[in-house]
């Protein structure tokens, strides 16, 4: 089974800064297999990014995705209130799907 | 407008079961593979299981091997959750989420809202 670690735990940043988000797989990933998800306290998952650097449908273009193999990274450019949340990676492999721990994004 | 609305959580002591539903709208049910997703109190995400199109491939993680079973009818456009010998472990938000679309990117795509199952004597 592939282990996805999310790092930092919790980043607390300020409106208008950069946010980069850190995804490692235990081994490689397919990109095709990749996809970023945020989710805010009482609602469901939201689909941000698939194929490691595709934003899903609605998405704004300051979150991107990118990176390949082991490790992955979630950006978002310019942080909006909207955007503190919590971000979870995920994979697929061996006909099944895994998720990274999360990562809390706080207002600091 | 895609639409998953689950059903059917509860309190059920240790031991007991469940049957979650999950009615789709909105997309072509029977195009797409769906997954069940559960989250416990204040913890992360874990995949519990999915199933095919055609309802002939299911795959479950292992905690859950032997006890769940997942079905559909896509006549319904309806996702199912048999919960048996339910554990206390097995307390979390349970959503339904659409999944695999034979398009060669495995995500899941839409999410239910959920529904609590609540393991507890």
């Known amino acids: 089974e592939i282990v996805l670690t999310q790092s930092p735990g919790t980043l607390s940043l300020s409106p208008g800064e950069r946010a980069t988000l850190s995804c490692r797989a235990s081994?490689?990933?397919?990109?095709?297999?990749l996809a970023w998800y945020q989710q805010k306290p009482g609602q469901a998952p939201r689909l941000l990014i698939y194929?490691?650097?595709s934003r899903a449908t609605g998405i704004p273009d300051r979150f991107s995705g990118s990176g390949s193999g082991t490790d992955f990274t979630l950006t978002i450019s310019r942080l909006e209130p909207e955007d503190f949340a919590v971000y979870y990676c995920?994979?697929?492999?061996?006909?099944?799907?895994?998720f990274g721990q999360g990562t809390k994004l706080e207002i600091k | 407008e895609v639409q998953l609305v689950e059903s059917g959580g509860g309190l059920v002591q240790p031991g007991g079961s469940l049957r979650l539903s999950c009615a789709a709208s909105?997309?072509?049910?029977?195009?797409?593979?769906m997954s069940w997703v559960r989250q416990a109190p204040g913890k992360g995400l874990e995949w519990v299981a999915n199933?095919?199109?055609?309802?002939?491939?299911?795959y479950y993680v292992d905690s859950v091997k032997g006890r769940f079973t997942i079905s559909r009818d896509n006549a319904k456009n309806s996702l199912y959750l048999q919960m048996n010998s339910l554990r206390a472990e097995d307390t979390a938000v349970y959503y339904c989420?659409?999944?695999?679309?034979?398009?060669?990117?495995?995500?899941?795509?839409?999410w239910g809202q959920g529904t609590l199952v609540t393991v507890s004597s």
């Open positions: 989420a659409r999944d695999y679309d034979s398009s060669g990117y495995y995500y899941l795509g839409y």
């Open positions: 909105g997309f072509t049910f029977s195009s797409y593979w």
């Open positions: 199933i095919k199109q055609d309802g002939s491939e299911k």
């Open positions: 081994q490689s990933v397919s990109s095709s297999y």
């Open positions: 194929g490691a650097s």
């Open positions: 995920q994979q697929y492999g061996s006909s099944m799907y895994t």
